[in-house]
T-cell receptor, first 113, second 109 residues
Framework: GDSVTQMEGPVTLSEEAFLTINCTYT??????LFWYVQYPGEGLQLLLK?????DKGSNKGFEATYRKETTSFHLEKGSVQVSDSAVYFC????????????FGTGTRLLVSP | GAVVSQHPSWVICKSGTSVKIECRSL??????MFWYRQFPKQSLMLMAT?????????EQGVEKDKFLINHASLTLSTLTVTSAHPEDSSFYIC?????FGPGTRLTVL
């Protein structure tokens, strides 16, 4: 079946450090890929997405590139801030309209001053 | 702009009672909405697909008689947890498209 695998957390970084959160997927079709962020006590927010191979999604300094050859969609940010502390979820969708999502287990990021 | 809202944001109920959670799409219509459940420090698990004007589609292992879903209009889906028990305590989240509601935390005593 379709699945998403994320690196286990928590990921602990100092402010201004470089961030990478790995995400790989398995899908029977040609999925769209997403990163969602969940801040403490809040719901999920779409961070970025990519719909086809080699697409790069970017938002708020975060970016991820859809790599079909490695079935990956790793999240990166060049310089993290304390306010980036949250749980990050990688997800895929095979539906048109990106509706039904399969989520990874989430990776908690902790950024210290 | 388009937003998905949920009500209530949190609810505490006694074991054996039923609880209704509302999910609304604001500024857009949604023929399909999704209900997820999130356990502490875990990922979201899809429970069911809510279809406007027809029966919901439940994921394997989800009891449809326990988690009643009604999609009465193009902007409203409701999830009713019937005869709730402490093991039903969780964070319930709905979505429409790529938009997610803020979630409802249910605690069953």
């Amino acid at each position: 079946g379709d699945s998403v695998t994320q690196m286990e957390g928590p990921v602990t970084l100092s402010e201004e450090a470089f961030l990478t959160i790995n995400c790989t997927y398995t899908a029977t079709g040609y999925p769209s890929l997403f990163w969602y962020v969940q801040y403490p006590g809040e719901g999920l927010q779409l961070l970025l997405k990519a719909t086809k191979a080699d697409d790069k999604g970017s938002n708020k300094g975060f970016e991820a590139t859809y790599r079909k050859e490695t079935t990956s969609f790793h999240l990166e940010k060049g310089s993290v801030q304390v306010s980036d502390s949250a749980v990050y979820f990688c997800a895929l969708s095979l539906n048109t309209g990106f509706q039904k999502l399969v989520f990874g287990t989430g990776t908690r990021l902790l950024v210290s001053p | 702009g388009a937003v998905v809202s949920q009500h209530p944001s949190w609810v505490i109920c006694k074991s054996g009672t039923s609880v209704k959670i509302e999910c609304r799409s604001l500024d857009f219509q949604a023929t399909t909405m999704f209900w997820y459940r999130q356990f502490p420090k875990q990922s979201l698990m899809l429970m069911a697909t809510s279809n406007e004007g027809s029966k919901a589609t439940y994921e394997q292992g989800v009891e449809k008689d326990k988690f009643l879903i009604n999609h009465a209009s193009l902007t409203l889906s409701t999830l009713t947890v019937t005869s709730a028990h402490p093991e039903d305590s969780s964070f319930y989240i709905c979505s429409a498209g790529t938009l997610f509601g803020p979630g409802t935390r249910l605690t069953v005593l």
